[in-house]
T-cell receptor
């Protein structure tokens, strides 16, 4: 069975703190894709990153970084020096070699000034 | 410019009164999706089209139907909305298998 687990329901931090959002996935497929999406209060899901199963390189984009570890089936997301505008719900998602995207239950991040 | 457009942003309907939600895209993507998202929950896939091929999720109620008259447009029809169908409905597109999904802003449906 395919599944995405985001164990952290809600995280609260103060501005400028670093925060890591955890994501653990399950699949028996060898080809798959992992995603992170941000959903601000406006409701639209905003794409952040896609990683395929053959590419375990970590990635950094500004204050955002992602740590993909196949050995632990994890794809964690770190925000460095968090800002109030980072407040949103963040979804990790898994896509097999099909059209279907499977979402985790999301982590609500609140960044306080 | 918005690439996946959903109208209306808010929709109010009465219990049992049919309602149609609209989605259009300017990306010329092959795949279009409808997701249902209830408060504080993950988006749940209802169905998707790959070109004209319709794919229904096994647990999508019969009350929900969809139409895709052409590449650009896709509609979600709820034949007899119940109170439990109140949710945000998200439309998304992708170019091909494995590619990222582009989401619209969603339609928030209220059922009175």
């Amino acid at each position: 069975a395919q599944k995405v687990t985001q164990a952290q329901t809600e995280i609260s931090v103060v501005e400028k703190e670093d925060v890591t959002l955890d994501c653990v996935y399950e699949t028996r497929d060898t080809t798959y894709y992992l995603f992170w999406y941000k959903q601000p209060p406006s409701g639209e899901l905003v794409f952040l990153i896609r990683r395929n199963s053959f590419d375990e390189q970590n990635e950094i984009s500004g204050r955002y970084s992602w740590n993909f570890q196949k050995s632990t089936s994890s794809f964690n997301f770190t925000i460095t020096a968090s800002q109030v505008v980072d407040s949103a719900v963040y979804f990790c998602a898994l896509r097999l070699n099909t059209d279907k995207l499977i979402f985790g239950t999301g982590t609500r991040l609140q960044v306080f000034p | 410019d918005a690439m996946v457009i959903q109208n209306p942003r808010y929709q109010v309907t009465q219990f049992g009164k049919p309602v149609t939600l609209s989605c259009s895209q300017t990306l010329n993507h092959n795949v279009m999706y409808w997701y249902q998202q209830k408060s504080s929950q993950a988006p749940k896939l209802l169905f998707h089209y790959y070109d004209k091929d319709f794919n229904n999720e096994a647990d999508t109620p019969d009350n929900f139907q969809s139409r895709r008259p052409n590449t650009s447009f896709c509609f979600l029809d709820i034949r007899s909305p119940g109170l439990g169908d109140a949710a945000m409905y998200l439309c998304a597109t992708s170019a091909r298998t494995g590619d990222k999904l582009f989401f619209g802003s969603g339609t928030q449906l209220s059922v009175l």
